[in-house]
């Protein structure tokens, strides 16, 4: 019976329907006024964030100023390197481990932002444990700032990325398996190490050709066909569908 009465107290207890709705039109206001995604309200991060200060204000009796749990933008900025270092160390083992033993997957990716046309490297990795399970990691999303040669630039920003999880001896003794598109750049920055080629990006790109190409061929038919006079369409016609 003590027990349950334990157990009874540890229980959270729920909000009434006042308090939720006033919860409710604060978020709307804060969404609509701020311009924010609607979606926002189920993102992991935000209810962890707010679970912890509900927690953590269980310990102090009378109202708190909200000031004096929020973290300014400034701290956020320079709690980002700190927390950073600090999950790479525990990556670091984990990771080794895998590569030690064969198993562990690189995945690098190089892309352009069209807004502000900053060119990013992100590389990925996956394993898979003895007992089956497949894990991910992002291991960075990092502005590519190398120059020169397309492929030896990806190659040294890819090396510096590994070096901070200490994997560069077992890249150079190919004791890492990556895995990525057909890019030219990451083709030249690979070449020599075990690569396995995205079978996925193979066949977006043969679709592509197959549906848009054929899709371009027709509206070019099209063009020729209503600019060219009638007598000269049938011998342009063949011309057109060996395109």
């Known amino acids: 019976m003590d027990k349950f009465i334990k157990l009874k107290k540890l229980a959270p207890l729920k909000s009434n329907s006042k308090d939720r709705t006033v919860i409710q039109e604060e978020f709307?206001?804060?969404?609509?006024?701020?311009?924010?995604?609607?979606?926002?309200?189920?993102?992991?991060?935000?209810?962890?964030?707010l679970q912890t200060i509900i927690d953590i204000c269980k310990k102090y009796q009378g109202s708190i100023n909200i000031d004096d749990i929020l973290a300014t933008p400034t701290t956020i900025s320079n709690n980002v390197k700190k927390l950073a270092e600090y999950y790479r160390s525990l990556l670091r083992s984990i990771l080794i481990e895998q590569a030690e033993s064969g198993t562990l997957a690189v995945c690098p990716d190089l892309w352009t932002d069209n807004?502000?046309?900053?060119?990013?490297?992100?590389?990925?990795?996956?394993?898979?444990?003895?007992?089956y399970e497949l894990f991910t990691f992002?291991?960075?999303?990092?502005?590519?700032?190398?120059?020169?040669k397309a492929g030896e630039s990806a190659l040294k920003a890819i090396r510096e990325q590994l070096n901070?999880?200490?994997?560069?001896?077992?890249?150079?003794?190919?004791?890492?398996?990556?895995?990525?598109?057909?890019?030219?750049?990451?083709?030249k920055a690979?070449?020599?190490?075990?690569?396995?080629?995205?079978?996925?990006?193979?066949?977006?790109?043969?679709?592509?050709?197959?549906?848009y190409r054929t899709a371009q061929n027709n509206k070019k038919r099209v063009l020729i066909a209503s600019s060219t006079p009638a007598k000269k369409q049938l011998k342009m016609l063949p011309h057109v569908c060996d395109s």
């Open 190 to 211: 690979l070449k020599g190490y075990p690569v396995i080629y995205c079978f996925a990006h193979r066949i977006n790109n043969v679709l592509k050709l197959a549906i």
């Open 28 to 49: 709307t206001k804060w969404i609509c006024s701020s311009i924010r995604p609607f979606n926002l309200v189920s993102d992991p991060g935000l209810k962890t964030m």
């Open 164 to 187: 901070l999880f200490g994997l560069l001896s077992y890249m150079d003794n190919n004791k890492i398996t990556f895995t990525s598109d057909r890019g030219a750049n990451i083709l």
């Open 115 to 131: 807004h502000k046309k900053i060119k990013y490297l992100g590389v990925t990795v996956y394993f898979v444990t003895n007992g």
């Open 138 to 148: 992002d291991l960075c999303c990092t502005r590519f700032n190398e120059i020169g």
